[in-house]
RNA sequence: GGCCCGUUCGUCUAGCGGCUAGGACGCCAGAUUUUCAUUCUGGUAGCAGGGGUUCGAUUCCCCUACGGGCUACCA
């Protein structure tokens, strides 16, 4: 069987990370199976469209590493791929239900809909435009064939709606959920053709999925709810022979508290929402993975065990490896709340994967946005130090920081504790003896120094700790005589001395 | 309110009738690092409740509770 699948999203902002998950799926799903991985771009309500938001999805796609087989920046053999670009196919489409009888002209205007509704909600009931009450509303099935065509004539506006039949069990086949039965009573007749001349989603989808030879339709949970409509829509239109298979991925869950993920969890808590930054129109700034200092392969990784899980005790993939053995089986049933710590996690995981040089070139930017000038050789040492410390690229600076500059303050309670005025000839002293020893390495100096501290009768972990409090500032920082040798003897003996003269006892 | 989906440690999950219910994150403790972090070792903690079915239920069925989604001329 031929794997075509799409991911289908509406531009009307920042791509979510619950939307980036459901194209991953859908990705690694094609990749699994030798398919087709298509972007559909679904803006047929222009009155939500935001500028920008195509770009962004295209570029989050490229930071990610999804690559996109058909759509609208890389053309296909089902061109166009924007539904704004397809408004004719629809409207073929929808007079076709109208022959078959499937679907209905409204004329119901919103206004007077939102009055029943209103009417009917002050007497504690919910209105539902269906088969019990369609024959009292403003429709091509109440009025008479010649007002009908009267009122198309005029132009008056109108919506297509579609027509369930009644009392029916639809029965449907959810790979995630097996099967699902909806009897048709409980359904509302949907427009599927707004007064706009743009198709509502439930007819822009099928239509599309249909002649774009979709064979699974992977997408969020929340979707579940109009499948006997879509079915139906295959059955109305005679596709239910090529019907694409469902798919409905879990949720995406609030870290803590009730609903799904939104932008606003992500501001209260400390974690990006987006893959990428992202500026609205109006100026709003909302935080990226990117951004913030994640790696592609880490939120790739996180983003896939979100919801799906491989049968092993097998944690940090690779993108390769999540195409070799992704499949929609082992996708669970239960939302899945999102978890900050474990995405830090991932990101650290993913971090010890990577090369000096590449983990260098981060560095590189921290320092040159301060006007440091490091010969790269230096900064690749560096990192070797300081690396396995990283939860996020962006943190090299603060583990590295006394590598490119003196320390120009000394951290107040080490120094209550470590900085003894004893031990300040003992500091010159081991001053002398750093800058005395050849070769220059870590191993040989602190041979050399703690002969010194040997011979007269000191403890190793008072002279270390003020030296390391004199050339870092305070006390934290990797093996103290590798910081030794990579500073070198001058910045030493200078950090020393500064040290001497400064802190204040 | 109606309809649909779901429910195993705090969180992500394994389990597909018989297991001392496994792993990971987090947390706690210890070891290493004479610093901090990393790392390593160990510990903590769970089958929502009630009925069935069965020799036997975390696992199958029903009910309840709870959680989630949908209920627009939005997707």
């Not at 009908?148 to 086949?173: A, C, H, S, W």
């Not at 790979?175 to 009897?183: A, F």
């Not at 560096?382 to 951290?411: I, M, Q």
Request: contains cysteine; hydrophobic residues 40%.
């Amino acid at each position: 069987m031929t794997v075509r699948v799409r991911f289908a999203p509406s531009p009307t902002g920042p791509l979510h990370i619950g939307g980036v998950r459901t194209a991953l799926f859908n990705y690694l799903f094609a990749r699994k199976h030798g398919g087709t991985f298509i972007l559909r771009i679904e803006d047929t309500d222009q009155t939500r469209y935001v500028e920008g938001a195509e770009d962004y999805i295209a570029d989050a796609f490229r930071w990610l590493g999804i690559t996109i087989d058909e759509g609208h920046l890389v053309g296909g053999q089902h061109d166009p791929y924007r539904q704004s670009e397809r408004a004719d196919i629809y409207l073929s489409h929808a007079n076709q239900l109208i022959e078959s009888g499937w679907g209905y002209y409204a004329f119901d205007t919103p206004e007077e809909l939102d009055a029943i509704r209103k009417k009917n909600e002050s007497e504690g009931k919910v209105f539902t435009y269906d088969s019990t009450t369609r024959s009292t509303l403003k429709n091509s099935l109440t009025l008479s064939a010649d007002e009908v065509k009267t009122m198309l004539d005029n132009g008056d506006p109108y919506v297509i709606r579609f027509k369930f039949p009644e009392n029916r069990e639809v029965v449907m086949q959810d790979i995630i959920r097996g099967t699902v039965k909806v009897n048709t009573q409980t359904l509302d007749d949907k427009v599927l053709f707004k007064s706009d001349g743009l198709p509502t989603y439930h007819m822009a989808n099928v239509v599309d999925d249909h002649l774009m030879e979709i064979s699974h339709v992977i997408r969020g949970e929340e979707w579940l709810p109009s499948l006997p409509l879509h079915v139906l829509l295959y059955e109305a239109f005679g596709w239910t022979d090529t019907m694409p298979q469902f798919a409905h991925l879990p949720l995406i869950l609030k870290p803590e508290g009730k609903g799904k993920l939104s932008k606003r969890d992500g501001d209260k808590l400390g974690f990006p929402v987006f893959p990428l930054l992202w500026t609205s129109p109006e100026g709003e700034v909302s935080r990226g993975y990117r951004e913030d200092g994640y790696l592609p392969e880490a939120v790739i990784n996180m983003l896939a065990l979100l919801g799906w899980n491989p049968g092993t005790e097998q944690e940090i993939f690779s993108l390769e490896e999540l195409c070799q053995q992704f499949d929609l089986e082992r996708v669970s049933k239960s939302g899945a709340r999102f978890d900050p710590d474990k995405a830090k996690w991932f990101n650290h995981q993913h971090i010890t994967k990577k090369s000096d040089e590449f983990l260098a070139l981060s560095l590189v930017d921290s320092l040159s946005g301060k006007d440091i000038i490091a010969n790269f050789e230096y900064v690749v040492k560096v990192v070797s130090l300081v690396r396995d410390r990283l939860n996020f690229t962006h943190e090299l600076w603060d583990h590295a920081h006394f590598f490119f500059e003196n320390p120009a303050e000394f951290d107040e309670k080490i120094v209550k504790k470590r900085w003894k005025s004893d031990l300040i000839p003992h500091m010159q002293n081991v001053s002398q003896i750093i800058a005395a020893t050849t070769p220059y390495q870590a191993e040989s100096i602190k041979e050399a120094v703690s002969k010194y501290i040997e011979t007269n009768g000191l403890g190793f972990g008072a002279i270390a700790n003020a030296l390391r409090l004199a050339l870092v500032g305070s006390s934290v920082g990797p093996d103290l005589f590798a910081i030794v040798e990579t500073i070198g003897a001058e910045a030493c003996v200078n950090r020393i001395n500064f040290a001497i003269e400064n802190i204040d006892i």
